[in-house]
């Protein structure tokens, strides 16, 4: 992710006059794309996909930046058609490059390619475009999306049930019958890495099921390798964390960062959280205003800090979320207790600075 904000700026450095256009947000933190949009940075759509400015608007000598979610196949024709470099400013994150190669690969020796994510996600929609040019591809959203997927399978539901229920899911010609004989699991980094290998492991037993342990190494491909380590490291270290005793989490990050969602599940499973994208949500000592990304509404709760001693907090934020903000929110915290040693002193006390 630093590496896409850096690609950002190096393009606002490098084209001084011109017009400098983002397709989307480039990472879910709106404190980095508030930044870009101040220096003159304008969007071209939503994450959601909805256009704001619209392509006819746009000329050749325009430079448009590829966020770190990556884009379409269509998109990137698109912006050549108007000779514009789609790829001069791709910040791709190399991770989700890397679920597009897998999938690639894996469609060129005849396997189908399963999305773990959210259909309607801007990671999801580009890894989909680029997943469907070499395979039939098909998205789910969770376990009980797969389970239908395996009862298919299986031959427990109809074909009509299945197109009632993947319609809007399945690439162009997508055959259920032929298609789903032999099948690899890809997923949207930013969702649970638990999540997408339980899912993988579901239809790997499904498989095994149907063809047998002797023929399941020719009717569903390993994958594992493509979990980004990004994500997968702070949800772990989150795991680790909540193994330890604590009276509350502070969860830092944008509002609409999957990734941090998934973060803030695992929190809320334990202990009181509060979702926030900055320190100044942390209005003072007593009151904190964060975010209720289930119903998408702001509370504003009251004594949100125990008043204990020693208080125990866990601190942690999404894998989109810039260090400098988790630290901003870290200090903010410390202020309002008095003789707090030194952050570089802990740190070196404990042989971690």
């Known amino acids: ?11 606002l450095e490098e084209n001084p006059g011109k017009r400098i256009f983002l397709l989307s ?10 930044d870009l949009i101040s220096r003159g940075v304008k969007f071209i ?25 990556g884009t379409t196949l269509e998109i990137e024709n698109k912006l050549s058609s108007k000779g514009i470099d789609p790829l001069k400013y791709n910040t791709t994150c190399p991770f989700v490059e890397k679920v597009w190669n897998r999938a690639e690969s894996l469609g060129k020796t005849g396997y189908t390619i399963i999305v773990h994510g959210k259909y309607k996600h801007e990671e999801t929609r580009a890894t989909f475009s680029h997943s469907k040019e070499n395979a039939p591809t098909l998205i789910v959203r969770d376990i009980d999306e797969t389970k239908i997927l395996g009862d298919f399978i299986l031959g427990k539901i109809s074909l009509e049930e299945f197109n009632s229920f993947f319609k809007d ?7 259920p019958e032929k298609h789903l004989s032999k099948i690899g699991v890809v997923n949207q980094t930013t969702m649970l890495a638990t999540e997408t290998q ?6 790997k037993n499904k498989m095994e099921e149907k063809y047998g342990l002797e023929n399941l190494k ?10 980004c380590y990004a994500t997968h490291d702070n949800q772990r ?5 909540l193994e330890m005793p604590a009276d509350i989490a502070i969860v830092v990050g944008g509002y609409n ?44 709760t009251e004594n949100f800090l125990p008043d204990k001693n020693p208080l125990k907090i866990i601190l942690t934020s999404g894998a989109s979320c810039p260090d400098s903000i988790v630290d901003d929110v870290l200090q903010k915290i410390l202020s309002f207790y008095k003789d707090v040693k030194p952050v570089d002193k802990i740190l070196s006390e404990l042989n971690l600075n």
Request: glycine share 2%.
């Open 1 to 11: 992710m630093e590496n896409a904000i850096e690609i950002s700026y190096k393009a």
């Open 257 to 300: 960062s999957s990734n941090t969602s998934h973060i803030v599940e695992l929190c809320e499973e334990k202990l009181p959280t509060y979702f926030i994208s900055s320190a100044e949500k942390i209005l003072d000592k007593k009151t904190i205003s964060h975010y209720d990304f289930h119903n998408h509404k702001f509370n504003i």
């Open 237 to 241: 270290a989150t795991y680790g964390l």
């Open 25 to 34: 947000e480039m990472i879910h933190n709106p404190d980095v794309n508030n």
């Open 169 to 175: 899911r399945i690439s162009s010609g997508f055959d």
């Open 218 to 227: 020719d009717h569903f491909a390993d994958t594992r390798d493509t979990l």
């Open 198 to 203: 339980a899912i993988a492991d579901y239809l």
């Open 45 to 69: 759509m939503e994450t959601s996909g909805k256009q704001i400015i619209n392509w006819d608007e746009l000329k050749a000598d325009d430079i448009v930046i590829v966020p770190a979610f």
